[in-house]
């Protein structure tokens, strides 16, 4: 004999169902005896409905009603019904069902922790149980809406033409920034598969082989220290097109966000999206991801620091500069306060804070080296009005003092609550520098990676000024967190030999490790482009969740581990030895 089908989800029923009746399944939320009366509340991943075993149920059902406790697994049948005071609380909170059958299909042990929303349980509890943390409503959610942008996404590219076609997930190692997870061969032993931090390289092939609309759900993998937005395994919405330029490559993600946001949040876009170039992101705001939903801008003040006896100003100002933020009120900032603004630029490398309150009487970290005049030249060129705070970051390294200060900026929109939670602000950051400098190895990498096109107009300085030259490059930023991003593609071989070489690369460094792209490239390549976005990222943003590991099903922590399967582990010495792989027997025990 079969299961008996589930005729309604219990947090679907209401008061149009009245005098039907209901077959349901789920979990005991909560079970209260109250003599004459059992009440359970039934809960499954649409919600919660309240079951009622009164005098006049079978005493069956009355009997297994009371053995009941949280989190068995029950089959409820009833009729529904009006509840006699309606509970505002629950969805379903107008009506609930009149048992006339239940059947307990599964028991269970007390929970750790209580299966309710928003728990303020240790994260490490809940990942060790990360199958309870799931049954949690708000976890569910986060599910579900991760689920719909995913349909959304492939529904929406769909119909513009897009095809979905996967690509490998044993790759080629082409190590280029973060590190790869490599997996061992057995029939080739010794040599190594990578797990592929990107389908970067197979998007591009697909463009060479004729199918100018691609998009994927991508898997990605990368062996790299974790941050709170960062997992060793994660997804993208990847995208790449044929015979396009940045314009077009923009214009349909924009018109793919303004409709995922409707869907999703009911918020209208206004398109198209405001832009910013790199160069303007960082002198405005002192980021490459700008939060524009406050504005608190960045001065450049080095021609009113310019003179005053204060080493750390002269310091700064033979190379750097020296920056400021205005604050409207923010003299009401207390001194802890402000020396904590002090400590957060330190943890982005900038050199020297000071600040400075106007009033009749004017306060501050560096006022004695501010004369009256100096003073007045500063408030005015800082729009200061009395009250008003100053905040300074100088360093002798200007893009250092942009960042540090952009963090600073930050922290004082926290500071003073001027961020409206339900905002939603998305701009485009356009024209990021082709290279940047390791400065540990003293050689240029690049900023996006190998294949993105350097602007036309700057291709003549790749050959004498290559830290000047503008990438076709732009990161879509949704407010404050980069959500995606992408480029414009080099596909003229004799340009993507040129980058190689500006990165160190010889021809034979750039045949082993990108041969087979650089085969294809030689077969007519089509003019393309793309973007990937995070999609565990979006959906954070989408859900208003503060990490992505609330996003994704079963993520990892900090060091890369799983609490609840306990991955990584040893494995069995006999499948090291088909493998051909031996243990250092002094860093296992490390």
């Not at 750790?112 to 240790?122: K, L, R």
Request: proline residues 5%; glycine residues 8%; charged residues 30%.
């Amino acid at each position: 004999m079969g299961m008996e089908a589930r005729s309604d989800y219990c947090g679907k029923l209401t008061a149009e169902d009245v005098g039907r009746e209901t077959v349901l399944y789920g979990w005991c939320h909560k079970q209260r005896d109250l003599g004459g009366l059992i009440f359970i509340t039934l809960r499954d991943r649409s919600g919660e409905v309240q079951l009622v075993a009164d005098d006049t149920a079978p005493d069956a059902v009355r009997e297994t009603a009371f053995k009941v406790r949280g989190e068995f697994v029950l089959k409820a049948k009833g009729v529904v019904q009006l509840r006699e005071e309606a509970n505002p609380h629950m969805k379903t909170g107008a009506v609930e069902v009149a048992l006339t059958s239940l059947e307990v299909l599964g028991t269970s042990k007390t929970p750790p922790f209580y299966i309710e929303p928003n728990s303020d349980v240790n994260e490490a509890l809940r990942l060790e149980y990360r199958f309870l943390d799931l049954r949690r409503p708000d976890m569910q959610n986060n599910m579900m809406v991760r689920h719909r942008v995913t349909k959304f996404a492939r529904d929406f590219f769909d119909q513009e033409g897009f095809l979905e076609i996967e690509t490998p997930m044993f790759i080629k190692s082409t190590p280029e920034g973060a590190r790869d997870y490599l997996v061992p061969s057995r029939v080739f032993p010794g040599q190594f598969f990578a797990l592929p931090q990107s389908p970067q390289l197979f998007k591009q092939l697909l463009m060479v082989a004729g199918y100018d609309r691609y998009m994927q759900i991508a898997r990605c993998f990368r062996d790299e220290d974790l941050r709170a937005d960062r997992q060793p395994e994660f997804t993208q919405i990847d995208v790449e097109m044929s015979f396009v330029d940045e314009d077009a490559v923009i214009e349909i993600n924009e018109r793919f966000l303004a409709a995922l946001l409707k869907n999703q949040l009911d918020v209208e876009l206004t398109l198209p999206l405001p832009r910013l170039t790199y160069a303007e992101a960082m002198s405005r705001f002192g980021s490459d991801k700008p939060d524009l939903r406050f504005g608190l801008e960045l001065k450049d003040v080095s021609a009113h620091a310019a003179g005053i006896e204060f080493a750390p100003f002269v310091r700064a100002l033979a190379t750097g500069s020296v920056l400021a933020i205005p604050v409207p009120g923010g003299g009401t900032l207390s001194r802890r306060e402000l020396d904590g603004l002090g400590e957060v630029m330190k943890t982005y490398g900038g050199d020297t804070f000071a600040w400075l309150v106007k009033g009749e009487t004017w306060r501050g970290s560096v006022l004695k080296f501010f004369d009256e005049d100096r003073r007045t030249k500063l408030a005015d060129a800082l729009s200061l009005n009395d009250g008003d705070l100053a905040v300074l970051v100088a360093d002798p390294d200007a893009e250092r003092a942009q960042t540090a200060l952009g963090a600073v900026r930050l922290a004082l929109a926290d500071k003073l609550n001027l961020i409206r939670g339900d905002e939603v602000n998305l701009l485009w950051v356009t024209d990021f520098p082709l290279f940047e400098l390791d400065e540990e190895e003293n050689r240029l990498v690049a900023k996006h990676h190998p294949f993105t096109s350097p602007k036309d107009e700057d291709i003549p300085l790749l050959a004498g000024n290559p830290r000047a030259v503008r990438a076709k490059a732009y990161d879509i930023i949704y407010n404050g967190n980069e959500i995606g991003g992408g480029s414009i593609r080099i596909h003229r071989p004799e340009l993507q030999e040129q980058m190689f070489r500006l990165l160190g690369l010889t021809e034979d460094d750039a045949e082993a490790k990108f041969g087979f792209l650089l085969k294809a490239f030689r077969y007519g390549v089509p003019p393309h482009g793309g973007i990937a976005y995070g999609l565990d990222r979006l959906v954070m943003l989408l859900t208003g969740s503060q990490s992505i590991r609330d996003v994704i099903a079963f993520p990892k922590v900090q060091n890369s581990s799983d609490l609840m399967t306990k991955a990584p582990s040893f494995v069995d010495p006999k499948q090291l030895l088909e493998l051909g792989i031996a243990i250092d027997q002094e860093k296992e025990g490390c």
